[in-house]
T-cell receptor
């Protein structure tokens, strides 16, 4: 059974640019969540998508956005990149439960460096 | 406000030693879920265990055991007879009743096991 696949694994951008990251969930998983991991702030929830709709959102500025396609694949976009956006972006998928009981399966992440 | 504290930033042990990773949480919800995830150098978070707030039974799985105590808001994790392969960053996380996949992570404990 294939795991959660994230692309690209590494990328370098400059300030002001935008970036799109992609995530393919485990087959059958309809919920996709995104997390940002930095040395200073640790792991922080960005947003969750289910059935092509954003179901939950963390405390991040509007420069961070995402979407989900009908096949459950998801993308997240960061516009007008800032140095502080340098991070490991982790995607996680789960079968589904509106409660907090979800077991998340994470991908290996996309490491973004902003210069 | 919800919060997860992992007071131990780094722990170093020698193979075969037992090690306990501490986790203290804060929440006002009566229904919540606690998790432990492991992040090896590859970057992918791996699920280890989930407990709900109504089940204080401690659990043992092979060399791993978990001690959940609501009275002290703690959910500690013990590795018995540690091995080099246990070297990783371990995260404790909290999810409140209807939070879906929005986990609140602690800052993590880096465990180094030397031979």
């Amino acid at each position: 059974k294939a795991g959660v696949t994230q692309t690209p694994r590494y990328l370098i951008k400059t300030r002001g640019q935008q970036v799109t990251l992609s995530c393919s969930p485990i087959s059958g998983h309809r919920s996709v969540s995104w997390y940002q991991q930095t040395p200073g702030q640790g792991l922080q929830f960005l947003f969750e998508y289910f059935s092509e709709t954003q179901r939950n959102k963390g405390n991040f500025p509007g420069r961070f956005s995402g979407r989900q396609f009908s096949n459950s694949r998801s993308e997240m976009n960061v516009s007008t990149l800032e140095l502080g956006d340098s991070a490991l972006y982790l995607c996680a998928s789960s079968i589904d439960s509106p409660s907090g009981a979800n077991v998340l399966t994470f991908g290996a992440g996309s490491r973004l460096t902003v210069l | 406000a919800q919060k997860v504290t992992q007071a131990q930033t780094e722990i170093s042990v020698v193979e075969k030693e037992d090690v306990t990773l501490d986790c203290v949480y804060e929440t006002r919800d009566t229904t919540y879920y606690l998790f432990w995830y492991k992040q090896p150098p590859s970057g992918e978070l791996v699920f280890l265990i989930r407990r709900n707030s109504f089940d204080e039974q401690n659990e043992i799985s092979g060399r791993y055991s978990w001690n959940f105590q609501k009275s002290t808001s703690s959910f500690n994790f013990t590795i018995t007879a540690s091995q080099v392969v246990d070297s990783a960053v371990y995260f404790c996380a909290l999810s409140e009743g209807q939070a879906g996949t929005a986990l609140i992570f602690g800052k993590g404990t880096t465990l180094s096991v030397s031979s």
